[in-house]
């Protein structure tokens, strides 16, 4: 039985090594990929915080253009991709502020306690495919490229380490990691900036935009250091009494005039923007809101758009402090995430999220009404603008 088993399995494979029979055939060397490539006028891209996917949209008639394009780390979990960043070599960088948790409702409401550590990944220019990654720390609050494009930065708005009176100041306070563009791998680290007690939103500034002044939510000051010190040595200016005593203005939101001489500081807990001087390093003025600030972006003509939440409103205002306009969201806007100027900086472009998905709203510069909108992914949250 041995041998005649034994027979039979020598004939099998001298019969699979016959010339007569047909050998499987090589992979093909272009194997088709179909992984969507974006058309070239692609301008407005949008990160869906709930699917792990970015598409394109046209920033004029908010109709998407290509998508959805895949990200994360983990197919069978959700990541959570926030903000995007293109370098100058057109490389686009997303973080992921992993895990994603079903019981923070709004897709703001984790943010500062999540305990996954965050990852940033490099997508290519062409399809979006995921070229690399690097991790961050826990609690990942926002990424930004620098104007250069050189320069790929991620603040950690950890309010759990800021808390922690049981740790020494210096340790209470979260770095931001300043990685240069270009490949990254899981061994890549990049510079680290102990700025100070969660910092979230951050912009940069100075005569040639080089300084980032960061929003330090716990210890009401703004840090700011310069990107082409070797040292990243960081300087707090306090933007209310008592400094570290605790928040009680909670700065959550930055973003700068295009020529970097002055800084929006918007408020979490006291609901108002500071204009701050960042040639004086100090404050210009200070401007009541209707509510906590989540985004500050100015416009070529130095008006500053602010987004508020409860409920969702957009104000205006000039580089002088003086209030324009505002503008109460529609009410399927359950919750505004995230705003941009649109071309030419005729429209203000605001992501939503709603009862069923996201939606893109589109609201007209001069008069903050609503002159367009779309439906989008479930819980949009990043948006970038590519195009002028």
């Given amino acids: 039985m041995v041998r005649s088993t034994l027979a039979t399995t020598v004939l099998i494979a001298a019969l699979s090594c016959s010339p007569s029979s047909p050998s499987p055939a090589p992979p093909a060397a272009d194997w088709p990929n179909t992984r969507p490539s974006l058309p070239s006028e692609a301008e407005l891209f949008v990160a869906s915080h709930q699917t792990d996917t970015l598409i394109a949209v046209d920033p004029s008639s908010l109709t998407k253009t290509a998508g959805p394009f895949p ?150 000051s703004v840090a700011d250091f310069d990107l082409d010190d070797p040292t990243l040595l960081v300087r707090r200016t306090p933007l209310a009494q008592g400094g570290d005593a605790g928040a009680s203005i909670g700065p959550y939101a930055a973003g700068a005039t295009l020529d970097g001489s002055l800084v929006a500081i918007g408020g979490d807990l006291a609901f108002e923007v500071i204009g701050f001087d960042t040639s004086r390093l100090e404050i210009a003025w200070r401007l009541p809101t209707s509510g906590p600030v989540r985004a500050i972006a100015w416009s070529a003509n130095d008006t500053a758009a602010v987004l508020t939440l409860a409920p969702p409103t957009i104000e205006t205002f000039t580089r002088s402090g003086a209030s324009l306009r505002r503008q109460t969201m529609p009410s399927e806007c359950l919750e505004a995430t995230s ?14 999220a709603t009862e069923t998905d996201g939606r893109l709203f589109a609201l007209s510069a001069d008069t903050l009404a609503v002159t367009a909108s779309s439906s989008t992914s479930p819980r949009p949250l990043g948006l970038l603008r590519t195009g002028p």
């Fill in 71 to 220: 990200v994360g780390d983990n197919p069978l979990e959700i990541d959570g991709p926030t903000h995007i960043g293109r370098d100058f070599e057109g490389h686009y960088f997303v973080l992921l502020d992993r895990p994603y948790r079903k019981e923070d409702v709004g897709p703001h409401q984790g943010h500062g306690t999540l305990d996954g550590v965050g990852v940033i990944q490099r997508l290519s220019p062409d399809t979006l495919a995921i070229e690399g990654r690097a991790r961050v720390d826990e609690s990942p609050g926002m990424l930004a490229v620098s104007p250069t494009g050189r320069e790929v930065i991620v603040s950690h708005f950890d309010k759990t380490k800021a808390a922690d009176t049981t740790r020494p100041e210096i340790d209470q306070r979260a770095d931001l990691i300043v990685f240069q563009a270009g490949p990254i791998d899981p061994d890549t680290l990049g510079r680290r900036v102990r700025a100070c007690r969660a910092p979230n939103g951050f912009a940069f500034g100075g005569p040639a935009r080089r300084r980032v002044f960061v929003a330090c939510w716990a210890d009401d």
């Fill in 339 to 352: 705003m941009i100027w649109g071309p030419n900086d005729s429209t203000l472009l605001v992501a939503c």
